[in-house]
């Protein structure tokens, strides 16, 4: 770099050698790696008229003991004359800034060149633009006090990255992301309209599951505010739904009038919701609430896949038409589809092939495994045949009735009635879509085109109704395929810490909508090919089902807590809950919060899951308590909405 200098004239070749001397001498003392890739070696220089920087960009990052463990690709050489320290700890500071933008080393690293750089710095530093997306970040739940006032703050905040949400789909990324979450969703819409399909007589199935996640899929992708939500069936909305028509058949109701009468309530209810700003009482609900919601989610899809797994061999152990040999083979597929998705979603850490390679394993990881264990079922189709994709075989309703629902031919006394029910679905409706956008838009996920939650809701609302009246299953924002949907689009970096504690944090997510409509087109144009999905064998989706909720656990402070249950206390890691929270007060909270999930549990699978969303909201009212029993600083840290930032501490 020195020589750099010199080459453009910038610094006196005379001077050169007693500048490396200081320079390698201050080095000498310590290395100038501070964090977040960034190495800041600096000299004072009787020789340099006046301070200049020079920017660096290693071709492979290098350990240059840095205090977070990351390593060094960016090198910020800062020189000055003799005496010249005020302006040296300036630059010093405002290079310590820069570097900690996570946006800003996301740019700087995919620069071409130096004016790639330059506009880098722009970006994320200079202008009104760049004002604008930093204040943007965190404003959704701010209350306006005027009707629909939450949803027009929601369509000002987004509409000026409508363009940028176009391009920013059209990208490599993207397009594995894209094929990731096709089977993501194409899985759950068919298992899930399977289970519909049970307990609903056949009125509602799985092709009615693949018209819906398509439809209200590309629709949400489209209008909504925040696109990198994705909408489908849940464990809790097949519940409510199972328990609804078991009360029609007790009473003697036809089901689907009763079913669009209480979707069209419900509709209504979140579209009032929607203009009155509701959803700012998400402002109460805190990470504590959030971590449990979300390690129900997770521990939901990993126990499905355990379940049909263990279904199938109990199956091969009663003698039902399938042997061990099946029961071997689809555990086997299963673990496979976890096994290499996880691997070369992993590959981007690799020190084998060449940048370029490893990204697109990593990106494309799911997808190929997928594909690689379809491919081994199909060789061994004649020897051992497992069990296919349960897809239809044609296009039309479970049933065969007709799409449309006669709904006006309910009575006045069931529609009026059907307002109870709705009450409860609006409810669950109204805390799946937040606190699922409360996870997506989560500081952590460094997302930068802002939030909405207003809007949103509103879309849902009316996509509720509109599936209503063609008795379509409503859907909601799904956890586990947003929270994945997002990290497939995510650009991360790997941080170690003192004790060889690896940690991965978000540094890009490209936000777009191109992703959510090219998924759901997918879904949708299976109903074209329903005959070929035969072809894929369930175990395949089992094991799919099992990496998605294992993914989601990740980054789920919940979850980390828990494992130092079983950890040395010598060996915890320096986390900021570690350091800041007395042992017995950490594990007591996280106690707490995993006995809530055991209740939730419980009420999921009980008789009483039609109140599965009343016990959501009653997580509120048992965080305030917590008040009373842990000291209001240690709170403060456990529940904190975002960690602090560890390599900032560093520089202090």
């Known amino acids: 770099m020195v020589s750099g200098l010199v080459t453009k004239g910038a610094l006196d070749e005379a001077t050169a050698p007693g500048v490396l001397e200081k320079l390698r001498s201050r080095e000498k003392l310590g290395s100038t790696a501070i964090g977040s890739s960034l190495a800041v070696p600096h000299a004072y220089h009787e020789g340099i008229r006046e301070p200049m920087i020079a920017i660096a ?100 905040r987004r509409a000026v990255h409508y363009v940028s949400d176009i391009k920013d789909g059209l990208s490599g990324k993207a397009l594995g992301s894209t094929l990731f979450l096709f089977f993501a969703c194409l899985a759950p819409a068919i298992i899930f309209g399977g289970l519909m399909h049970n307990k609903t007589g056949g009125d509602i199935g799985a092709v009615e599951m693949i ?17 990198l939500i994705i909408l489908g069936g849940t464990g809790p909305m097949l519940i409510f739904t199972g328990i609804l028509h078991d009360y029609c058949v007790d009473h003697e109701i036809v089901f689907l009038h009763a079913y669009t009468w209480v979707g069209l309530w419900t509709a209504l209810i979140l579209l009032v919701l929607a203009a009155t700003e509701a959803s700012c009482l998400m402002r109460f609900f805190t990470r504590f609430t959030d971590e449990i ?18 279904d199938i061999f109990q199956r091969a152990a009663a003698g039902d038409s399938i042997g061990y ?105 109204f805390l799946d879509q937040n606190i699922t956008a409360r996870l997506v838009n989560s500081p952590e996920n460094n997302l930068r ?21 063609f008795g379509l299953p409503w859907l909601v924002a799904a956890t586990v395929r947003s929270l994945n949907h997002l990290r497939s689009l995510a650009t991360t970096e790997e941080r170690v810490d003192s ?36 072809h894929i064998p369930l175990a395949v989706l089992f094991g799919l089902f099992l990496y998605m909720g294992v993914v989601s656990m990740r980054g789920n402070q919940f979850f980390e807590r828990m494992s130092l249950w079983a950890t040395d206390p010598e060996l915890y890691p320096r986390t900021h809950f570690v ?19 055991g209740i939730l549990w419980f009420v999921k699978v009980s008789a009483f899951g039609i109140l599965f969303p009343l016990f959501i909201a009653i997580l509120v009212p048992v965080r305030f308590g917590l008040k009373r029993i842990f000291a ?6 456990l529940d904190a909405e975002e960690g602090p930032d560890e390599e900032s501490e560093s520089w202090s």
Not at 500 to 526: D, K, M, P, Q, S
Not at 632 to 637: F, S
């Open 57 to 156: 960009r290693l071709k492979h990052g290098i350990s240059a003991g840095a205090p977070d463990g990351t390593p060094t690709r960016f090198v910020f050489l800062l020189l000055g004359p003799t005496g010249a320290t005020e302006e040296h700890l300036d630059a010093l500071g405002n290079v310590a800034r820069l570097m900690s933008d996570e946006e800003f080393r996301y740019l700087a690293l995919k620069a071409r060149d130096a004016n790639g750089l330059r506009e880098a710095i722009e970006a994320c530093f200079g202008g009104e633009a760049a004002v604008a997306r930093h204040e943007a970040v965190g404003d959704g739940l701010k209350y306006t006090g005027k009707l629909f006032g939450g949803i027009v703050a929601d369509v000002k």
């Open 579 to 597: 350091r800041q929270v007395p042992r017995k007060a950490m594990h007591g909270f996280t106690l707490i919060q995993a006995s809530c999930l």
């Open 211 to 227: 018209v819906a996640s398509a439809l209200c899929g590309v629709v949400y992708a489209i209008f909504a505010g925040q696109p």
């Open 293 to 310: 919601f979300a390690a129900l989610i997770s521990v939901i899809f990993i126990y499905e896949a355990v379940d049909k797994l263990l």
């Open 449 to 469: 085109k802002g939030e909405s939650y207003h809007l949103d809701l509103g879309v849902v609302g009316i996509l509720v109704g509109v599936c209503s009246i």
């Open 325 to 429: 040999d099946v029961a071997l083979l689809s555990l086997l597929l299963a673990l496979g589809t976890y096994y290499v998705a996880a691997s070369l979603s992993n590959f981007r850490k690799s020190h084998l092939l060449v940048p370029v390679a490893r990204e697109f394993l990593a990106d494309f990881g799911p997808t190929l495994a997928i594909l690689a264990m379809t491919v081994i079922a199909f060789l061994s189709r004649d020897t051992i045949p497992l069990d296919p994709l349960p897809a239809p075989d044609h296009f039309q309703t479970s049933s065969g009735r007709p799409w449309l629902v006669a709904f006006m031919d309910a009575d006045a006394g069931l529609i009026a009635l059907s307002f109870i029910p709705a009450l409860l679905a609006a409810v669950l409706v």
């Open 499 to 534: 004790r060889g504690t690896a940690h991965t944090r978000i540094l890009h997510v490209r936000e777009n909508r191109v992703t959510g409509v090219t998924i759901h087109l997918l879904v949708g144009g299976t109903l074209l090919f329903l005959p070929l999905l035969v």
């Open 632 to 637: 209001a600083e240690h709170l403060e840290v």
